[in-house]
Each structure stands twice: as structure tokens, then as C-alpha cells.
């Protein structure tokens, strides 16, 4: 098959997509790199898991399908890094394709073990920041793990990977009903059902979908956010069969967003003690490192991960006083996002998907909505859905202004 700029434009554009990339900025990242590399002018339609280049002058089209590869943090790292350079001029079209398949020929060690480990780290620290009891807290790490594995499993089995939402929430939440009622704890706080799920909750794809939404990118705006809603609806329907089945019942006191940490108190004595409060810092970090294992980072990427989710918490704790939870997620969500933008522009090595993404698991409430819906709390669901929207203002503010900046500072180059 002849390489011809289209098509190597097309390679580049659909290691974005399976970077995590937008598509709205995997269009704007390839009209760049044509404009940079001289060719001749050419629409880009890109979708989901495709690439229409089109030649308006032949009416040619060429058409490059993404292989739906899921790549590591440190593979999109690798990919932002190669559309940067492309888009300078310091890498030509001829390069791109050779690239592309060396780090895609990347393979990771230990996939499943990592991902099982990471989730499991990932539930454990969000079940300390959130200050659930401490045998809530032990519960999480394991219950974590096992949803890992589950979700390791079924994702290789074909079809199965439809229900996994379903039989993930069932086997969670009936879980922690069962060692709540051995343990004859009372009412379940929120996160300890929460967290072991976390990971599988669809905030950030949701969050994108309502971002393309407003870039006008209607298709996959629109064909994104269904899948999330049916995804949540899934796991609502697991939660609410794990819960039947067990007879767990939700504390509604517990129901907190990452700002209001310090009002958790304990449900009683001995494992019904909840941590110190510095403790919430430690679950950022296992937070962090838990993402950073389960998506594949690296050790410099884990880094920057724990600097960015220490900032998120930083900042959310810091302004939600003042200012009350929605402006405070909104605004460090614009505030995350320009400091994001900035630093890819600053190193190539950080790119803004790898760097903003795990701050999402602080911002949205995803998991607080979910619950909701199953514990029937209409007043939680309401503030999860004004935090969400808040989050999605505050990202499209905060691209903005760092679309603002990079043109300043191109133009005063």
C-alpha cells in the first residue's frame, strides 16, 4: 500500500485516538502537522475508531481505521511526543508510520497483575481519603483487587465484555453487603462501595463526550455519551442486585465530595474508627500510584501523576470553603487544564492527556452518582450531577484559556 501523506497523517491520528485523545484535539493535531509538513490542503472526519482524509481538489478519500489497541500511559506519552514533533517539523510524514509501529510493538509486562494490583491500590486509596471506617478501608483493597481481576478476565472474552459492568457492581456491592452484615456494621458508608468500582466508572468518557458535544463534534459527542449512561445503567442494575441480595443499606451521612473530607465522622469504636485526617493525604498517593500501575505510567509518569492528584486536593480542599464545592471543581478543573497544556508545550514528554486524566478520578463524581441512583438519594444525585456540570465548564474554560496562552506566546515567538 503506498505511504502517502494522507495515510501517514491517518497512522499518526489513530495512535492519538487510541491515546485517549479527543477528537476534536486529534483534528486539530493533524491539520497542524499537514500545515507544518507542506502538503497540500486536506480535510479531516475523524470518529471514534476512524480517519476520513480527504482531498477536496480530487474528491480522493483515504480511510484509516484505529486497531483499537489500548495503549499504556507511557505509550500515549510516546505518541503526544511523536504528534509534537511532527507538528514542529523536527520529524517528517516519511518517519511517522515506522514510529508509530515501534511503540505500538511495546509490550507491557505483567498486564493483568498490574492492573489487578493497581486497582486494588486505587480502592484502598480512595477509601482512606474519603476517611470510610478502617474496616471499610481493608475491605476496599480487597474487594478492589477482585474487581480487577474479574474485569482482567472478562474483558478476554469476547462478548462478555458487554455484562461487565453488571457482574463487576453484583460482585462488589454483594461483597461488602456480606462482610457488613458478618460484621453487623450497620449502614454501608458510601465509598466503601464505591471505591472497589471506581476505576470501571465512566466519568472522564462522559466528561469528553459533553466537551465534544460543545466543540461540535455532534457524532461522537452524542455516540459517547450513551455509551457511558448504558455503561452506568449497567453498573446500577449490578449495585442494585448485590444490594438486594444482601440487604446492604447505604449510610446517607457518608455521602461527601473530596472537599469535604474533614466533616467524616466515625460510626463507632474499634474498626468502626475512621483515619486522621492527614490520612487523606496518603490515599492520594496510593491513588495516584494505583492509576499510575494500572494504566501502565512508568515511574516518571507515576510522578507526575502523584504531583497532579496532590494538587487537585490541594486545591479542592483549599477553595471549597470559600467558594463551595461546584465553583471549586470548576475551577480546578481550569486551573488543572491550562497547568496541563502548558506542560506539554514546556516537555513533549508530559503530554496534557496523561497528566489531566488522573486528576478526573478526584473531580468527578461519578461514583457519587452512581449510588445515588441506587440508594434513590435525590438530593446526592442532584449535587453529583451541578459537580459534574461544573467539571465540564471548567475544563472547556480552562482549554480555552490555554489556547489563548499558546497563541500569545507563538505569536511573541
Not at 472526519?45 to 489500548?70: H, N
Not at 486551573?335 to 514546556?346: D, H, N, P, Q, Y
Amino acid at each position: 500500500m503506498p505511504q502517502t501523506p494522507a495515510r501517514q497523517l491517518g497512522e499518526l491520528g489513530a495512535a492519538l485516538l487510541d491515546s485517549g485523545v479527543s477528537v476534536t484535539d486529534v483534528a486539530t493535531s493533524l491539520d497542524r502537522a499537514a500545515a507544518r509538513n507542506g502538503v497540500a490542503r486536506l480535510d479531516f472526519a475523524v470518529l471514534p475508531e476512524l480517519i476520513m482524509i480527504t482531498e477536496p481538489y480530487s474528491g480522493s478519500t483515504t480511510v484509516v481505521q484505529s486497531p483499537k489497541q489500548e495503549l499504556t500511559f507511557r505509550q500515549a506519552a510516546s505518541v503526544n511526543r511523536l504528534a509534537g514533533w511532527v507538528e514542529a517539523g523536527k520529524v517528517t510524514l516519511a518517519e511517522v508510520e515506522p514510529r508509530v509501529a515501534r511503540i505500538r510493538a511495546v509490550v507491557r509486562t505483567w498486564p493483568g497483575v498490574k492492573w489487578t494490583l493497581g486497582t486494588a491500590l486505587l480502592a484502598l486509596g480512595l477509601a482512606l481519603l474519603f476517611r470510610t471506617p478502617w474496616w471499610a478501608v481493608v475491605l476496599s483493597f480487597l474487594v478492589g483487587g477482585l474487581v480487577g481481576a474479574i474485569s482482567k478476565l472478562l474483558g478476554r472474552i469476547g462478548g462478555a465484555a458487554a455484562i461487565m459492568p453488571f457482574v463487576v457492581g453484583f460482585v462488589s456491592t454483594a461483597a461488602v453487603g456480606a462482610v457488613a452484615e458478618l460484621l453487623s456494621t450497620g449502614p454501608v458508608p458510601l465509598y466503601a462501595v464505591c471505591a472497589p468500582i471506581a476505576i470501571l466508572v465512566p466519568g472522564a468518557l462522559i466528561t469528553n463526550a459533553l466537551l465534544e458535544l460543545t466543540a461540535s463534534d455532534i457524532v461522537t459527542g452524542a455516540s459517547r455519551l450513551v455509551y457511558g449512561l448504558i455503561v452506568l445503567g449497567f453498573m446500577v442494575a449490578g449495585i442494585t442486585a448485590g444490594g438486594a441480595l444482601t440487604g446492604l443499606h447505604v449510610d446517607p451521612g457518608s455521602v461527601v465530595l473530596v472537599g469535604d473530607t474533614a466533616s467524616a465522622t466515625a460510626l463507632g469504636p474499634g474498626w468502626q474508627e475512621i483515619p486522621p485526617l492527614w490520612f487523606s493525604w496518603v490515599g492520594v498517593v496510593f491513588l495516584a500510584l494505583g492509576i499510575g500501575l494500572a494504566f501502565g505510567s512508568g515511574r516518571k509518569l507515576n510522578a507526575v501523576n502523584v504531583v497532579v492528584m496532590l494538587g487537585a486536593y490541594t486545591m479542592l480542599s483549599a477553595l471549597t470553603g470559600p467558594l463551595g464545592n461546584l465553583l471549586a471543581t470548576g475551577v480546578t478543573a481550569a486551573s488543572l487544564f491550562v497547568a496541563a497544556r502548558l506542560i506539554e508545550r514546556l516537555t513533549l514528554a508530559v503530554p496534557a492527556t496523561v497528566s489531566f486524566q488522573p486528576a478526573f478520578l478526584l473531580l468527578v463524581p461519578g461514583t457519587i452518582g452512581l449510588v445515588a441512583l441506587y440508594a434513590f438519594d435525590v438530593e446526592s444525585l442532584i449535587t453529583s450531577l451541578l459537580t459534574f456540570a461544573s467539571l465540564c465548564i471548567g475544563t472547556k474554560v480552562g482549554d480555552v484559556i490555554s489556547e489563548a496562552l499558546v497563541r500569545r506566546r507563538k505569536g511573541t515567538a
